[in-house]
């Protein structure tokens, strides 16, 4: 696990230098509607190359807002990327990651959390890696649009402790945490009927 806390130190330093993702709403993955005094939300982000998006088939079934993943859709939670938007609750991103490195810990007491950097210039993102027991790690990025959003929003990702592909996974993971957008949601005007 070594390597990859060298791998995150590294890709911290780099991530400032290769973010560039075009700045167009095109590339909205998913969106929900107003929740009280949340108003309704977007979460754009350029798709790594060869990964797939999905906010509406195999995301709703997991019970979550969009995946991100590559080849077919196996249902396992390996190597696929996870996007969670809630209403906020907490007062601080701090106090999110707080919260989720208790519940984490009670589950796994054995595990280890490295904080990782993120530079997401559009929002503050504060970053972690869980090095579970059970052989698989988890890095969550937890992002704050701010308080007018009335949302926070988390990307994660699981995969198997020294599994080949970690550094590629990892680039690609670290590239959607920082290139992630929020917008206001607005829908597209009804078809008029003929």
């Not at 060298?6 to 330093?13: F, G, I, K, Q, Y």
């Not at 972690?128 to 704050?144: K, L, M, N, T």
Request: aromatic content about 8%; hydrophobic content about 45%; some cysteine.
């Amino acid at each position: 696990m070594r390597s990859m806390q060298r791998c995150l130190l590294v890709l911290a330093l780099l991530v400032p230098f290769a973010a560039g993702a075009a700045q167009t709403n095109d590339d909205v993955l998913a969106h929900g509607m107003r929740d009280g005094r949340a108003p309704a939300w977007a979460i754009a982000v350029p798709s790594p190359a060869g990964w797939t998006r999905d906010c509406c088939m195999y995301a709703k079934a997991i019970g979550v807002d969009a995946v991100l993943y590559q080849g077919e859709w196996t249902g396992k939670p390996e190597r696929v990327m996870v996007l969670n938007v809630w209403p906020r609750k907490l007062a601080t991103l701090a106090d999110e990651l707080a919260a989720d490195r208790k519940q984490y810990l009670q589950r796994d007491e054995a595990g280890k959390v490295t904080a990782i950097r993120i530079h997401n210039p559009h929002m503050p993102c504060r970053g972690v890696v869980y090095e579970g027991s059970d052989r698989i790690d988890d890095a969550v990025v937890f992002c704050d649009p701010g308080a007018a959003s009335g949302i926070r929003l988390s990307w994660s990702m699981s995969f198997a402790d020294g599994d080949a592909t970690q550094r590629a996974l990892l680039d690609a993971f670290m590239q959607v945490a920082t290139d992630a957008r929020y917008l206001r949601y607005v829908a597209p005007p009804a078809a008029k009927k003929p």
